[in-house]
């Protein structure tokens, strides 16, 4: 190497060494916060949560339901008023969140069974919302049921599976919703849930499928990012674009000249095809929407004499028929993997464990960060069946065994 290049290299690296010994009061706190402050959000969020009065509400309805998933569409859009601004101080002193629920589909030994966890002080608001749409359902408080696991699992009895799940695509792009499932025709009409409540009932005792959907309102932090999309999908100007610093440069000394404007183009909408028109539709109407923040965990948890591998296909199976210009899938660090190579047993142990604390925690984040879905997609996955699904084993009330909330619309 020549004597020269070696001389630049060294005056190179004495001047960011100098400046790296000018400055570094100023960049070594900011890494460090950087690194650090998720770590104390986390723990300042779960001390919060724990004192909360956590409850759990088991929904059942009667067999003949006629309401279609937009009803739980509703329920969710009047969940949607806990949302409300967080002070600086509640959020970094005190852990403070937006209020969550947890919408929670759980199989036990063949047995399929819907649940709303909230704080006890919202029993009487969640109650009215069901109540608004579903006026024939039976809500009670019961017991967690993730407390009737034993407290070494997975261990030498059980076996256990779990993931997180994130979006393939930006959230601006929705997965397929119930829109896209319905049928006029009530016999050729079909059910997003009757996959999940099939898997269910074809499980034994000692086998448990769980799925949770995570939700914590949104409202402003959100605007805009759809639009900024379809502009990028459709070639409009942003009204923001990158100049080059060199170029900047040379033009301030006269070297480029007069400027030459750009020529005003069509939109490049006119010569999108029929489908990539639609895309943009479908991606204006979830923007339209009520959003929440939302977290996708699904665990299955079994004895090792009655654990049945091909559930987990079933599993996939069943949040593979919401794929549209989204989909979902597992978080590669939240699920143990067979292609782990050091330590692969206590790895995989240390995930397993992880994903039932996350689960019986109802963490919004954990392996991985949350994402936005409208109310039109949570209402997809999680809303009561009604005739449509089947499954047998589903409980079922004969009618209303409790009266709804007075005052509530007709």
């Known amino acids: 190497m020549p004597s020269t290049l070696v001389e630049i290299l060294q005056f190179a690296g004495l001047i960011l060494w100098n400046l790296f010994k000018a400055t570094w009061w100023v960049i070594v706190p900011f890494y460090l916060f950087s690194k650090v402050h998720p770590l104390y959000l986390r723990n300042k969020r779960s001390q919060y949560s724990k004192k909360l009065d956590w409850i759990v509400l088991e929904v059942s309805l009667p067999p003949d339901v006629l309401k279609t998933p937009k009803a739980m569409e509703n329920v969710l859009e009047g969940l949607h008023g806990v949302w409300s601004p967080l002070t600086s101080r509640e959020k ?57 696991l034993p407290a070494d699992v997975p261990g030498e009895s059980y ?28 016999d050729r009409r079909m059910d997003p849930i009757s996959q999940y409540a099939e898997l269910v ?26 639009k900024s999309e379809i502009d990028k999908l459709v070639g409009r100007d942003s009204g923001t674009k990158y100049v080059d610093p060199l170029t900047s440069i040379f033009n301030a000394f006269g070297g480029g000249g007069q400027k030459k404007k750009p020529e005003k183009t069509q939109s490049d909408m006119t010569r999108m095809t029929p489908g990539e028109r639609m895309n943009i539709e479908k991606i204006e109407i979830k923007d339209s929407k009520i959003k929440f923040n939302t977290m996708l965990r699904a665990v299955y948890v079994a004895r090792k004499d009655v654990w049945h591998g091909e559930h987990l296909a079933g599993l996939h199976g069943y949040l593979r028929q919401f794929s549209g210009l989204n989909s979902f899938r ?81």
């Open 201 to 226: 009932s074809k499980m034994e005792e000692g086998e448990h499928m769980w799925m949770q959907v995570v939700i914590s309102p949104v409202l402003s932090e959100v605007e805009g990012k759809a």
């Open 159 to 186: 076996e256990v599976w779990g993931a997180e799940y994130t979006l393939n695509r930006s959230w601006v792009y929705p997965i397929r919703t119930y829109i896209e499932f319905e049928d006029l025709d009530e």
């Open 330 to 410: 597992p978080h590669s660090g939240s699920f143990p993997k067979g292609s782990l190579i050091l330590f692969k047993k206590f790895r995989n142990y240390i995930r397993k464990r992880n994903i039932l604390a996350a689960y019986k925690g109802r963490y919004l984040d954990f392996a991985t960060s949350p994402y936005v879905l409208s109310t039109e997609e949570i209402a997809t996955m999680y809303h009561f069946p009604g005739r449509v699904v089947r499954a047998p084993l589903m409980p079922r009330v004969p009618s209303r065994t409790s009266e709804p909330p007075s005052g509530l619309p007709t």
């Open 92 to 148: 970094w002193t005190e852990g403070v969140v937006i209020d969550r629920f947890s919408l929670e589909m759980v199989g036990t030994a063949g047995r399929l069974h819907f649940y709303i966890r909230c704080k006890r002080s919202q029993r009487n608001f969640v109650e009215s919302k069901v109540y608004s749409q579903y006026s024939d359902a039976a809500i009670e408080e019961v017991p967690d049921y993730t407390a009737d």
